[in-house]
């Protein structure tokens, strides 16, 4: 009587194909809905006066994603706003990326942003480079309005006056600096400004360099002279600034952080000053 033999095949039984297929399918689903998906981040902000759930975050103009949830950081000393960028925005956020709050500005010198009266503030974004990113510091001001590297300084004043993070510090009206964060010494009786000069102007800063408020008009009226009106460039005048002369016999170079007087009006002789500095 002949034996019948059995061959086992080394292949596994069709029968295994239906699960390995179905987990094959699921990842692949999920990997589309993961490319899909609005990428999260989270912008922390001194303050998030006026921001509510909903607000756009737009780029160019053109809305690129939304506020889902505003909150206090774990140490209460920040606000998180918590936003997502749609799918074909992903790229907007980059290690270097600039996130800021826009608001309307109106003053003598015109205005701008008025659009936010309506509509609402909104978050503006500035894409940079780097490896993809989640978590951004915002600016408290637009980038074109913070301070680029260069000398940085602190001007000492009785008061802050009509001067703003962003506007720009003059030297024979030319602007060489801008201005940066203002707050209060710590006895309370001053106003602290920083202000940052372009590196390649550095050299005209030196230790008894003179700077003050230019900003304003100033008016000397006479009773036989009639009114003596002075004022720096308009751009001076309008948007406020700082300005700056250096005496013939010029000074040492100031060192980073030195600490300068500001002055509420030049003196005459200050206007007259034209040193040869070799700047360049």
């Known amino acids: 009587m002949e034996t019948v033999q059995t061959r086992s095949s080394r292949w596994p039984s069709p029968i295994w ?13 999920l990997y589309q809905e993961f490319l899909s998906s ?16 909903g607000v756009p975050v737009k780029y160019r103009g053109v809305p690129v994603g939304k506020v889902d949830e505003i909150r206090l950081s774990d140490d209460l000393k920040q606000v ?9 925005a992903k790229e907007l956020a980059r290690e270097n990326s600039r ?3 826009v608001e309307p ?3 003598v010198a015109g205005a701008r942003n008025l659009d936010t009266l309506v509509e609402g503030k909104y978050i503006a974004v500035k894409p940079g480079d780097g490896e993809p990113a989640t978590r951004f510091k915002g600016l408290s001001a637009p980038p074109e309005q913070q301070p ?16 703003k993070q962003g506007r720009k510090v003059f030297y024979r009206d030319l602007p060489v600096g801008t201005i940066g964060e203002s707050k209060l010494a710590r006895d309370a009786r001053h106003v602290e400004i920083e202000v940052v000069i372009e590196p390649r102007y550095a050299k005209l800063v030196r230790t008894n360099s003179r700077f003050w408020n230019s900003s304003g008009l100033d008016v000397d009226f ?19 600034g700082v300005s700056f002369a250096t005496p013939e016999e010029a000074g040492s170079l100031a060192g980073a952080g030195r600490r300068f007087e500001l002055n509420k009006e030049p003196e005459d002789e200050w206007l007259e000053w034209a040193p040869v500095l070799g700047w360049q």
């Open 17 to 29: 194909l239906v699960p390995l297929i179905s987990i094959v399918l699921a990842g692949w689903l």
């Open 38 to 53: 609005d990428r999260q981040v989270v912008i922390t902000f001194a303050n998030g006066g006026g921001l509510k759930t």
């Open 80 to 88: 998180e706003v918590h936003a997502s960028l749609n799918q074909d």
């Open 99 to 101: 996130f800021w709050i």
């Open 105 to 107: 500005e109106i003053g």
């Open 148 to 163: 680029e590297s260069g000398l940085k300084l602190t001007l000492v004043a009785d008061t802050l006056g009509s001067l």
């Open 222 to 240: 006479g009773l036989f002279s009639g009114a003596d009106i002075r004022a720096s460039s308009v751009e001076n005048l309008l948007r406020g």
